[in-house]
């Protein structure tokens, strides 16, 4: 099981989240991820450093860490603008970004607050939400493909294109990451995970999705670095080949130093 490592920017200074990131890069975790929203309060912070902006500045002070959005909220950016600040941290970080993406949450969600204060729409039915997603994707597809057309020639191609998985908490979302993307995350605490996750990987193989990453999220344990667990192994009878543990409030570089022994023998 690949095993990654999650942080919240919001609570952090630009060095600590670097120094973070550098000491999950030396102690042998895969992917670093870091949040994508507008404002603190979304995430208990007192401010929030923009996703991509970040992101591009790990890119150019790390060597060898993947680094990921979890998630990028369609709602956030025109969908041209999300291509092109993927695309970006793709190049600048010679390949090592995957891009997460969320449809975005209902109007009336703590996580919508931010669009509501500055007055993005956010559609009202999850059909239009998911629409929204379907149609940014749709996007994604023709800026990036080798064959696009001759008007898109001079926007950013992404070398190569990067992963793209997606944020799910229901059935629907699931089968769209499966028939359009490289892979599904969902919170550990979903209820339904095992049934959502299943429809996942269902959509990817009538699709001929071969890789697909289940990934899974959840609270930083050091319990969960240990292969032989029993939440673990939980995890991998219900097809998880990926887990991304969120770090609460600033990164602890002592706990994710100590990591590196167990993630040697994960």
Known sequence: ????????????????????????????FSTAWITDHLSGSAMNAPSMPECFTTLGALAATTTSIGLGSLVANVGNRHPGVLANSAATVQNISRGRFILGLGAGASPDSVFAAEHVTLGIDIPSSMSA????????LDTLEDLWSPTRRSELATFPLPDPRPQIILGVNSRELARIAGTRTDGVNIRASHPQRSEILASAVSAAKKAGRSGFIVSMWEWFDDELLDGKSPIRQELEKIGVNRLILLMRGAADIAQI???ASRLSTK
């Open 129 to 136: 939400r998911h629409k929204r997603l379907v149609s940014t």
């Open 257 to 259: 130093r100590r990591a």
């Open 1 to 28: 099981m690949i095993i990654d490592i999650q942080f919240n920017q919001g609570t952090m200074t630009w060095k600590q989240l670097h120094d973070a990131v550098r000491a999950a890069e030396s102690a042998g």
